[in-house]
Each structure stands twice: as structure tokens, then as C-alpha cells.
């Protein structure tokens, strides 16, 4: 049975269920779900709830967020370029090792770790014996292949760690990271020992080469340029000694 009572001011109030709480039309009202709130509860651009933006708001904002996810993409792609960019200009013009700016820079990493732990690397510099035969025998060709063989040989015996780059002409260079002197010497003869043993293939010939090398201890107090000439006259000495 549902009733009908006055309110305060004689008008009509709701209707209730006898022995319940009679509300009033406006109270209701009050409670009641707004549908601005829904919609904010579903969907927004950037943060900002869809119902409170005018169309033409939300389809510039919109616009906006596109423009700027494109740009993002470009920017990652340039990034990608510039990193490439960089990895040609650190590689030798002719092989797959570092040119000798790039072979430096190794240099200086190993003296830096040298300066901060005391922990020495080695720097092995290599010349090669009979490439000049083979240039004018063969031809320029001849001596690119022999160069891809001597850096290939070089570089699938090292450690991810270490450094092989080339220094100019006929002459290579290797880093040895937290590598003693008397282990860098045993491992550039063992080096050594690989580029005589590999066979360069040319139009029909199988040409030989064998490499001079001298080693220079990259600890403290040395400069990359100096380390480079110390090793460059232990090299030298050495093809000195054998001639």
C-alpha cells in the first residue's frame, strides 16, 4: 500500500513504501548517476575526459597526439641512421675492422681503464712481410684479398673485449684487454703463427704472407700516441732481428 503526504510547503512529496523512508523528488535527484561522469569514466584524450572537450577540441587533440607519435618515429629513425652513420665512419675504408682513428679511441679506453683500477692491457702492432711482392706481382686486387684474409684471421681469434684495427697500408693493430705483457707476446706470435698459415687464393694462385708484430704494455702514465710508437719499434726491431 503506498501513500500520499503533504510536504512543508503543501506541495506534492514522492511516493515511499508504508513504514519506509519517505525522499523527497530532489533528494533523488541528487543521487542519481550524472551522465557527464559516466562518459568520463570511459574515455578521454590526454588525460582530459571527452565529455568536458568540444568537438573541435577533441579532434585537434587528436591531430596533435598523431603529429606527435610521428615525430617520435622519425626521431628513433634518425637515431638509427646517426648510429650507423657512426659504425661506417669508425670502419676501415676497406675491411671490417676499425680504421686507425676508431683503433686510437680503443687505445685511450684501455690507458683509462689502466688509470682507474690498475689493471695494464697490451698493445700489439703488426706489419706485414711480402705484401709489397704481392702487389707488384699480382696487382692492387691481389693485395685487398690478402688484407680481408690477415683481418678476417686476426679478428675470429680475439675476445669480443679486445680491439683489431688497421693502421695504415699493410700494418694492423690489436688491443688486448687486461692482458700482461708476457700473455700478449705469447698471443701475437700465436697470431702470428695464423696469418702465416693462412692461404690467400687469387685467380688461380695461393699467395702466403707472414707478419712482424712488437708489443707495448697500455698502463699508467703512457699516452696513446706514445704507445703506439713504442710498439711500433718493438715491431720494428724484431723484423730487424729476423731479416
Known sequence: MRVRSSGAAGGLASTGPVGGTVRSEAASAASAPSPVRRASDT??????????????????????????????????AL????????????????????????????VSKALSLAERHDAPSALVYFDLNGFKAINDTHGHAAGDEALKVVADTLASRLRDTDAVGRLGGDEFGVVLVLTAVEAAERKAEEL???????????????????????????ERGITPETAMAEADAAMYARKQAVA
Not at 94 to 105: D, H, I, K
Not at 192 to 209: D, K, Q, R, S, V
Open 192 to 218: 702470428a703463427e695464423a696469418i702465416a698459415a693462412a692461404p690467400i687464393h687469387f685467380e688461380g694462385h695461393t699467395l702466403n704472407l707472414r707478419a712482424a708484430w712488437g708489443v707495448q704494455a697500455l
Open 43 to 76: 574515455a578521454s584524450i590526454m588525460g582530459v575526459p571527452e565529455a568536458e572537450l568540444t568537438p573541435n577540441v577533441q579532434r585537434a587533440l587528436l591531430t596533435l597526439m598523431g603529429e606527435v607519435d610521428q615525430l617520435r618515429k622519425e626521431t628513433d
Open 79 to 106: 637515431r638509427a641512421k646517426v648510429r650507423d652513420l657512426e659504425s661506417l665512419a669508425d670502419r676501415d675504408v676497406l675491411l671490417p675492422v676499425l680504421n686507425r682513428r676508431a683503433f686510437l679511441r680503443e
